[in-house]
């Protein structure tokens, strides 16, 4: 049984949100996406809950999958984005190895549209390294790619030149000053600005596979705005990516729960967002172990 009052908010509220297929939904009363189907899995077995509704959960994520493995948006097979989270939904999972497999073989024999960049480029991140983009046909961005190297790890892959060059990717996309944000670095000349929720992704990505020397100004950056956010996105990650370093804020428990409180305000969270919260309250801000 689940006995934290904070814990307890996300769980129930992400209950709520299933189908009778049982796939979830983002919001109440919603439409049935893969993405918040993974989290929703991820989230509730982490949580203690096990049977029938994660079982179910996994399974629409398999009949949703097509034949080359990806998992993609309903209707939309180049949004195939979704396909990383499952990988991590299904870990564990005897009943759906295969599956999970096949996702994996996905995303090793799939990158984002890449060249060779000219001198007249109006950025400067070097466009020919892959990573994984959003949607088919499309360049490379962080997040995206980020998920990949997770799902890519925990399936034992971390050798995989696939997995090597991602790497190089998200180095190549780190900001001058620290941090990362959607895929950018230099445009016209001008360093854009780093986020908060991709820069904690990209350091659990990252985590065991850099020196910290290399990512030191973005640890300092994401320290530095954590405090500040509530937005459970930003704090999720914020959470998260700090807590793979070993720098987990001590209030970390009191700012979830002072995001949750922000509900009655701003409306309820999404499936994915409520999974993010309860995971990094569950594992004190260190998402490997939700993924083991």
């Given at each position: 049984?689940?006995s934290?009052?904070?814990l307890?908010?996300?769980i129930?509220a ?7 297929d049982g796939?979830?939904?983002e919001?109440?009363?919603g439409?049935y996406?893969?993405?918040s189907t993974?989290w ?5 077995s982490?949580?203690?809950i096990t049977?029938e509704?994660?079982?179910a959960a996994?399974l ?9 493995g ?7 097979p180049?949004?195939?984005w979704?396909?990383?989270?499952s990988?991590l ?6 009943a759906?190895g295969?599956q999970?497999?096949r996702?994996?073989?996905?995303l090793?024999?799939t990158?984002?549209k890449?060249?060779?960049k000219g001198t007249d480029s ?7 390294i ?5 949607i088919?046909?499309t ?11 997770i799902?890519?790890?925990?399936s ?14 998200l ?7 620290g941090?990362w944000?959607y ?7 001008k360093e ?7 820069t904690?992704m990209?350091?659990?990505?990252l ?26 996105l930003?704090?999720?990650w914020?959470?998260?990516?700090l807590g793979?370093?070993?720098e987990l804020?001590?209030r970390g428990r ?8 922000r509900q ?8 994915s ?5 309860a995971?990094?309250?569950?594992y004190q801000?260190?998402f490997?172990?939700?993924?083991v």
């Amino acid at each position: 049984m689940i006995s934290d009052s904070t814990l307890n908010i996300c769980i129930k509220a992400i209950q709520k949100r299933q189908q009778s297929d049982g796939g979830f939904t983002e919001q109440e009363k919603g439409s049935y996406r893969p993405d918040s189907t993974a989290w929703a899995a991820l989230a509730l077995s982490r949580a203690g809950i096990t049977g029938e509704i994660v079982d179910a959960a996994r399974l629409s994520l398999t009949n949703t999958q097509l034949e080359d493995g990806r998992v993609c948006m309903p209707g939309e097979p180049g949004a195939f984005w979704p396909t990383s989270l499952s990988v991590l939904a299904w870990k564990g999972s005897k009943a759906h190895g295969e599956q999970q497999g096949r996702a994996v073989r996905f995303l090793l024999e799939t990158s984002g549209k890449h060249w060779k960049k000219g001198t007249d480029s109006p950025v400067s991140h070097d466009t020919s390294i892959r990573g994984w983009p959003w949607i088919e046909n499309t360049h490379s961005f962080v997040e995206p790619t980020a998920l990949a190297l997770i799902a890519l790890e925990i399936s034992g892959h971390t050798g995989h030149p696939r997995f090597q060059e991602g790497l190089r990717m998200l180095m190549d996309r780190q900001l001058a000053d620290g941090g990362w944000n959607y895929g950018n670095t230099i445009v016209y000349g001008k360093e854009l600005y780093p986020f908060v929720d991709t820069t904690g992704m990209t350091l659990v990505a990252l985590a065991g596979h850099i020196k910290r020397e290399h990512v030191n100004k973005s640890i300092l950056f994401l320290k530095s705005q954590a405090e500040g956010y509530r937005s459970p996105l930003s704090l999720g990650w914020a959470l998260f990516g700090l807590g793979t370093w070993g720098e987990l804020p001590k209030r970390g428990r009191e700012w979830i729960e002072e995001s949750l409180k922000r509900q009655k305000k701003y409306g309820a969270y999404g499936t994915s967002l409520l999974s993010l919260l309860a995971l990094v309250s569950i594992y004190q801000g260190e998402f490997r172990k939700c993924v083991v």
